[in-house]
T-cell receptor
Framework: AQSVTQLDSQVPVFEEAPVELRCNYSSSVSVYLFWYVQYPNQGLQLLLKYLSGSTLVKGINGFEAEFNKSQTSFHLRKPSVHISDTAEYFCAVLRAGGFKTIFGAGTRLFVKA | DTEVTQTPKHLVMGMTNKKSLKCEQHMGHRAMYWYKQKAKKPPELMFVYSYEKLSINESVPSRFSPECPNSSLLNLHLHALQPEDSALYLC????????????????FGPGTRLTVL
C-alpha cells in the first residue's frame, strides 16, 4: 500500500521569502507524484506532477518539486512567495496502474506581508 | 475539451431531500471517480467506474448512489443524507479503465460543495 506524509501542517512565511513544503511517500512499486493547491472554498488545482523522466519538475505559479527516489521525497519549492500563494497544499501519490490517489494531510501555507 | 466539469457548484439540501450531483468529461476517458473531501481534510475515494461499470465501492453508505449513464457522464444520487455528509464532492477521470495501465493519471473537476441541513 502507498502512503504520503506531509511533514508540516502549517508553514508561515514572509512575502518574497523562499519556501519548501515537505512530502515523503512510501511505496514498494512505481508511483506517480502530484502536488495540488486548494484555495479557500475552492476545488483542487494541479500544481505539478512527476510521472517519469527528469526528477526536477516545474509547475504553475513558479513552483517546482524534485523527485528523490532514494529518500522517497517530493518536496515542493518556490524561491519567492506572494500573499496570493496562501492556500492549502496537498501532496498525493498514485500507484502506476492503480486506481486510488492517496493524499497527504495537507500543509497550510500562510504568507505574511 | 480537456477538463472535467461538475454541476452544481453549490448545493444545500435537507435530510429528506433527494438530489443529484453531475460530472462530465469529454476526453474519452474510460474511468471516472468520486472523491469526498471533508473540511480541513484530504480527499478520500468513494467510487470508481470503469468502462461504465462500478468497479470499486470504498464501503460508502447506501444513501450515496452512483450512476454512469454513458462514458462521459457520472452522477451521484443523494438521498436521506446526514449533516455529517456535508463536504466537497470531487469527480475525476482517467484515460484507462481498471485494470489500469500506466496512463492512469486522474484529472479532477472543481467539485460540488454540499451542505446538508
Amino acid at each position: 500500500a502507498q502512503s504520503v506524509t506531509q511533514l508540516d501542517s502549517q508553514v508561515p512565511v514572509f512575502e518574497e521569502a523562499p519556501v519548501e513544503l515537505r512530502c515523503n511517500y512510501s511505496s514498494s512499486v512505481s508511483v506517480y507524484l502530484f502536488w495540488y493547491v486548494q484555495y479557500p472554498n475552492q476545488g483542487l488545482q494541479l500544481l505539478l506532477k512527476y510521472l517519469s523522466g527528469s526528477t526536477l519538475v516545474k509547475g504553475i505559479n513558479g513552483f517546482e518539486a524534485e523527485f528523490n527516489k532514494s529518500q522517497t521525497s517530493f518536496h515542493l519549492r518556490k524561491p519567492s512567495v506572494h500573499i496570493s500563494d496562501t492556500a492549502e497544499y496537498f501532496c498525493a501519490v498514485l500507484r502506476a496502474g492503480g486506481f486510488k490517489t492517496i493524499f497527504g494531510a495537507g500543509t497550510r501555507l500562510f504568507v505574511k506581508a | 475539451d480537456t477538463e472535467v466539469t461538475q454541476t452544481p457548484k453549490h448545493l444545500v439540501m435537507g435530510m429528506t431531500n433527494k438530489k443529484s450531483l453531475k460530472c462530465e468529461q469529454h476526453m474519452g476517458h474510460r474511468a471516472m471517480y468520486w472523491y469526498k473531501q471533508k473540511a480541513k481534510k484530504p480527499p478520500e475515494l468513494m467510487f470508481v467506474y470503469s468502462y461504465e461499470k462500478l468497479s470499486i465501492n470504498e464501503s460508502v453508505p447506501s444513501r450515496f448512489s452512483p450512476e454512469c449513464p454513458n462514458s462521459s457522464l457520472l452522477n451521484l444520487h443523494l438521498h436521506a443524507l446526514q449533516p455529517e455528509d456535508s463536504a466537497l464532492y470531487l469527480c475525476a477521470s482517467s484515460q484507462v479503465g481498471i485494470p489500469t495501465g500506466r496512463d492512469n493519471e486522474q484529472f479532477f473537476g472543481p467539485g460540488t460543495r454540499l451542505t446538508v441541513l
